[in-house]
């Protein structure tokens, strides 16, 4: 079996994973990228990035955000649709002059490979981590087969759980140390991909008799757009015909229609929230996916994940740089403050939109009643906005 060390081995090359060796590399930190998939799967996989200010500020402070203030849509605010019209929210007068930028998760992606392989990384393709070892020591192992079914091991400093909600990280905490908190929601989101021009210059979160739809765009040529579904629907049972005419109800009034065009990618996203408590292990933290999910509805996958690592870079630099461990052994504390807050706000999001089949009339006029509040009182819509643009990360 090959061995190699580093000072931090990263398990994934997600947004997590490849932020944190980022951050890490800034701070004369070495490690190692270890990554199922091929790049390419990585980088033509395709999916949404509502980016608070915050994480956008940690982007272009650290090198990394050149192409995103370029091409990155700026949005001020958001508008809710509910009986018929729209309500905008608007960020800037409510939150400081904070506001969020659409840019694609795989874009972010491309970003932060290109600057870390630029930058020399070891950062492994289509390796297959088999086991996280001896994290209750101070030599952790990570064991791994490559490209051409070699085992390798790799030891460590500190091992980086940055594998998503199946990897092997999170299970290498044992199960009588940490503990899963679950919430299955009962609807999906059909998205779609459409060659379109843009329908509105900022996102529409839609309430309807029919269920929930969003409207968001991903290009000046390309947009994203969902609508609440049967979770155990078929993609095949929705012709583009069928999905537009849903789109359109979900949306209409005001003589809003949206603008149609060639669908080219279809799907259906099961909606669901997972914390695992505590967040570490010895010397394996965990981060993004590999903690936690959140549903859409809130935009706060990518962004919670950019907290994460955050707060992972600064533990670990402080203890490479004096032998520091409070930020080390707080990590968990600090990070599932606001994960749990995040959790709140697409749980308050989802409920406030969506329709539950077990609905009464009661909850209707509810769920309307609410959403008039949160457009008609300046403290209900300050609550939206400033849990939508985000809290200074670390905060």
């Known amino acids: 079996m090959a061995s190699a060390r580093t000072q931090v081995a990263i398990v994934g090359a ?7 060796s980022h951050l890490l590399h800034r701070a004369g930190i070495d490690s190692v990228i270890l990554e199922t998939r091929s790049r390419d799967a990585i980088e033509g996989t395709i999916r949404a990035g509502v980016l608070e200010q915050g994480t956008v500020d940690l982007m272009v402070e650290t090198g990394v955000g050149a192409r995103l203030q370029r091409e990155g849509f700026v949005h001020h605010g958001i508008e809710l649709r509910f009986a018929g019209h729209g309500h905008r929210i608007d960020f800037p007068s409510l939150t400081g002059g904070r506001v969020i930028t659409v ?9 932060l490979i290109a600057a870390r392989l630029d930058a020399g990384a070891d950062l492994r393709f289509e390796t297959a981590v ?5 994290v209750g ?4 192992v990570v064991r791994y087969a490559g490209k051409d079914g070699v085992e390798h091991e790799l ?5 980086a759980g940055c594998d998503g909600s199946y990897g092997v990280c999170r299970s290498a905490i044992p199960k009588a140390l940490h503990k899963e908190y679950l919430r299955i929601y009962p609807f999906g989101w059909f998205g ?3 060659r379109a021009p843009q329908s509105s210059d900022e996102l529409i979160y839609a309430r309807h008799p029919r269920g929930f739809a969003l409207i968001s765009t991903r290009s000046p040529d390309v947009q994203r757009m969902y609508f609440q579904c049967d979770p155990n629907d078929r993609v095949d049972n929705w012709s583009d015909d069928r999905i537009w005419a849903e789109l359109h109800a979900r949306t209409e009034g005001d003589g809003f229609r949206l603008k149609e065009g060639e669908i080219f990618q279809k799907n259906i996203v099961p909606l669901r929230s997972l914390v695992c408590e505590p967040m570490q292990h010895g010397r394996l933290f965990l981060a993004g996916d590999a903690a936690h999910t959140v549903p859409p509805t809130g935009a706060k996958g990518l962004n919670l994940a950019a907290n994460d690592v955050f707060l992972m870079s600064r533990a670990i630099t402080a203890w490479y740089e004096s032998g520091a461990t409070a930020l080390i052994e ?6 599932l403050k606001r994960v749990w807050r995040a959790q709140h706000f697409s749980w308050w999001m989802t409920s406030m939109l969506h329709q539950f089949a077990d609905a009464t009339e009661f909850d209707d006029r509810r769920q309307l009643a609410e ?9 209900a819509a300050t609550v939206l906005a400033q849990n939508y643009v985000g809290l200074p990360l670390g905060s």
């Open 14 to 20: 997600g947004p997590a994973g490849l932020l944190l």
């Open 103 to 111: 840019y694609a998760q795989h874009e972010v992606l491309k970003d």
């Open 130 to 134: 088999k086991a996280v070892q001896d």
């Open 137 to 140: 020591t101070d030599r952790p």
């Open 155 to 159: 030891a460590c400093d500190f091992v």
């Open 192 to 194: 779609i991909l459409a």
């Open 330 to 335: 707080g990590y968990s504390a600090a990070a």
């Open 371 to 379: 959403l008039e509040l949160v457009t008609s009182s300046t403290a």
